[in-house]
C-alpha cells in the first residue's frame, strides 16, 4: 500500500514528487515509457528560472529525478499505467507489465503531446529548425524569417510573439478562415510582420541536413507547390493529454484535459492532478512544477485529513 503514486516524470511529476518525498511520504513515481516529458526532446532550455546560461532538457530533468530520489522518491521505470480503479479506496493502477499497484492518493502528472504535421522531413529538422513552442524556442531565431503552422488561438499567439522578434512571420493555414477567436484574428491580420498564407499545407520541410532553411508549400485548393525561404517552423495544431487511461475515471472536459477545483483536486477525492494534463493555456515548465508543488501540498493535506 502506497502513500502517494505520482503517474508522470515531466517537472509537475518530478516536482510533486520532491515535495511528498520531504514530507515523508515516500512516494512512488510511475516514469513510464516516456520518463522526463517533454523537455527530453528540448535542447536548450534558457526560460527555466535559476540557470543564466540556460541548461539543456534532458540534463534539467536528470537534476530534478536525482533530487527527488535524494529524499526518497522511488521509482516505476519502463512501464506505463493502462488502467485506473478510482470508484473506491485504495486507488487501483494497472501497469502495463499486468501488476497492480495500490494507493491512498494519486496525482496525474502525465502531459500532454504536441500534435505534428506527420511528415518525414518534419521529423529530420526536429530541434533543428522545426519546433512547438515559440515562446521556448523563439528566441533562437531573433532577427530571422520564420513561419508558424495552425490557426487557432495558440497559433495566433505563437505568431504575434514570434512578430516582436522577426522580421516576417509566415502564419500558414489550411483553410481560407482562421479558427481564431475574433479579437485575435484582428490583432494578427492587422500586423505588418504577419503574412497569412490561406489554404496551405507545408509539403515538405527543407534545409541543408543540419538545418532548416525553407518550407516547399502545397496549396490544398490548386495543388500547386511553392517555396519559402526561412530559418524555423513552429507547429502550433495543438495538444493531445495523455489522459485516455483514466477516461470515465475522473471528469475530462471536451479535448481530454482533466477538470480541476480548488487547486489541483479532480473530481474524485484523493485523487490529484497537475501540469500538461490540465494545463491548456500555459504549458511551460516552470508553470508545470509550480503545479506539482500544489498538488503534493494538496495530498499531503488530504491524507492529513483522512487518515
Not at 505520482?6 to 516516456?34: D, E, H, K
Not at 485506473?84 to 502531459?111: M, N, Q, W, Y
Not at 505568431?159 to 493555414?173: D, G, Q, R
Not at 525561404?229 to 507547429?235: I, M, N, Q, T
Request: aromatic share 6%; glycine share 10%; net charge neutral.
Amino acid at each position: 500500500m502506497e502513500n502517494v503514486i505520482i503517474i508522470g516524470s515531466g517537472p509537475s511529476g518530478l516536482t510533486a514528487a520532491l515535495y511528498n518525498s520531504r514530507a515523508n511520504l515516500s512516494p512512488l513515481v510511475v516514469s513510464g515509457n516516456g520518463a522526463g516529458g517533454q523537455l527530453m526532446t528540448t535542447t536548450d532550455v534558457e526560460n527555466y528560472p535559476g540557470f543564466p546560461e540556460g541548461i539543456k532538457g534532458p540534463k534539467l530533468m536528470a537534476g530534478m529525478r536525482q533530487q527527488a530520489a535524494r529524499f526518497g522518491t522511488r521509482f516505476v521505470d519502463d512501464d506505463d499505467v493502462t488502467a485506473t480503479d478510482f470508484s473506491k479506496r485504495p486507488f487501483k493502477l494497472t501497469l502495463e507489465s499486468g501488476k497492480v499497484l495500490e494507493s491512498r492518493a494519486v496525482i496525474v502528472a502525465t502531459g500532454a503531446a504536441p500534435k505534428l504535421m506527420d511528415i518525414p522531413s518534419e521529423k529530420a529538422y526536429w530541434q533543428k529548425g522545426v519546433a512547438t513552442c515559440a515562446v521556448c524556442d523563439g528566441h533562437f531565431y531573433k532577427g530571422k524569417d520564420v513561419a508558424i503552422v495552425g490557426g487557432g488561438d495558440s497559433a495566433i499567439e505563437e505568431a504575434l510573439y514570434m512578430a516582436k522578434l522577426c522580421p516576417s512571420v509566415a502564419l500558414i493555414h489550411r483553410r481560407d478562415k482562421l479558427r481564431a477567436s475574433k479579437i485575435m484574428q484582428e490583432h494578427v491580420l492587422s500586423n505588418p510582420k504577419v503574412q497569412v498564407v490561406w489554404d496551405s499545407a507545408v509539403d515538405e520541410v527543407v534545409g541543408d541536413g543540419t538545418h532548416v532553411s525553407g518550407v516547399r508549400l502545397k496549396n490544398l485548393k490548386t495543388g500547386g507547390l511553392s517555396e519559402r525561404k526561412l530559418s524555423a517552423v513552429f507547429v502550433a495544431i495543438g495538444h493531445i493529454p495523455t489522459t485516455s487511461f483514466v477516461r470515465g475515471q475522473i471528469e475530462l472536459d471536451e479535448q481530454g484535459y482533466i477538470v480541476v477545483k480548488e487547486g489541483t483536486r479532480t473530481s474524485v477525492s484523493g485523487v490529484f492532478a497537475a501540469g500538461d494534463c490540465v494545463d491548456h493555456v500555459y504549458r511551460q515548465a516552470v508553470t508545470a512544477a509550480g503545479m506539482g508543488c500544489m498538488a503534493a501540498l494538496d495530498a499531503e493535506r488530504w491524507l492529513d485529513a483522512n487518515k
